[in-house]
């Protein structure tokens, strides 16, 4: 099983006057989707945020350039994805489902919507009871076969950065009551935060990507009977190292960091399904 992910992605609609923008725009989301796509997984998908405000006009843009290949994208829900609109009206447009997980012979592979709805204040993560259950019950069901989450807030105090204010979800969710209860391997891949880290608590993976617009890369997850092996690959196209500070430069609603790369212990690892290594 071979899943490819992209951090925070952020797609914008922008004053279309200013000289270049619209080209600029074109030519990096352009280029850093056919090289997202062109790599031959079982799914692809992106970690939330997938658009910077949730408006009609990203939606549309950013789904139109992935339609160009037939893959099996899935989008989980970030906070900016549903600033301008309800959840039930992202998910129509996009086709998305908002929670759910897939069995595979390797692994047990789930999807959470941890995204408030139109709340511009509070950017942090929540779960509600409904989804909390039905997550405790996969992993319950989920027996010793690795588990592999995906999410765009981290588990609060896991990874950098998650031991911020609104930067993980809720610390008043008890989500280690639910992990808890994994026997055996357990990866939890978020974003979110921006900056690249994994971090290793009790039998659970974090893995966490940074913001596709500062970090041009993206992760390769591939799970076979021994090991789980986690990837970065950095996206350097001229169209994209070019384009990028015209975009983020013009972009509310985003703030361009630097420091968010880390060591490679922070992109890259391997978890032995016997025993966890990196």
């Not at 204040?121 to 010793?144: I, K, R």
């Not at 008043?172 to 639910?178: L, T, V």
């Not at 390769?220 to 996206?235: F, T």
Request: proline share 2%.
């Amino acid at each position: 099983m071979k899943i490819v992910l992209i951090g925070d992605l952020h797609y914008p609609s922008f004053n279309e006057e200013i000289p270049g923008l619209v080209e600029a725009r074109a030519a990096f989301y352009g280029k850093f989707i056919e090289r997202f796509l062109e790599v031959d997984a079982d799914a692809h998908v992106s970690l939330g945020d997938l658009t910077n405000f949730g408006y009609l006009e990203e939606l549309n843009g950013i789904y139109t350039i992935l339609n160009r290949r037939d893959r099996n994208f899935i989008h989980v829900l970030g906070n900016h994805d549903l600033y301008a609109q309800p959840r039930n009206e992202v998910l129509k447009i996009t086709g998305q489902k908002r929670y759910h997980s897939i069995h595979t012979t390797e692994a047990i592979f789930a999807f959470l919507d941890t995204a408030k709805e139109m709340d511009y204040e509070d950017w942090g993560g929540w779960l509600d009871e409904e989804q909390l259950a039905w997550f405790e019950h996969v992993v319950e069901d989920s027996g010793t076969k690795p588990l592999l989450v995906f999410a765009h807030h981290p588990v609060h105090n896991t990874t950098k950065r998650s031991d911020r204010e609104k930067g993980s979800i809720h610390p008043s969710i008890d989500m280690w009551k639910i992990l808890n209860q994994k026997k055996g391997v357990g990866v939890y891949f978020n974003g979110h935060t921006h900056i690249d880290s994994i971090e290793r608590k009790n039998n659970w993976t974090f893995v966490q990507l940074s913001a596709c617009l500062d970090q041009h890369a993206l992760r390769v997850v591939e799970v076979n009977q021994n090991e789980i092996n986690i990837s970065a690959k950095d996206i350097l196209d001229k169209e994209i190292v070019e384009n990028a500070s015209l975009v983020y430069e013009n972009m509310e609603h985003f703030t361009h960091q630097t420091d968010v790369r880390g060591e490679d212990s922070d992109r890259e690892c391997k978890i032995s399904l016997l025993s966890v290594t990196r």
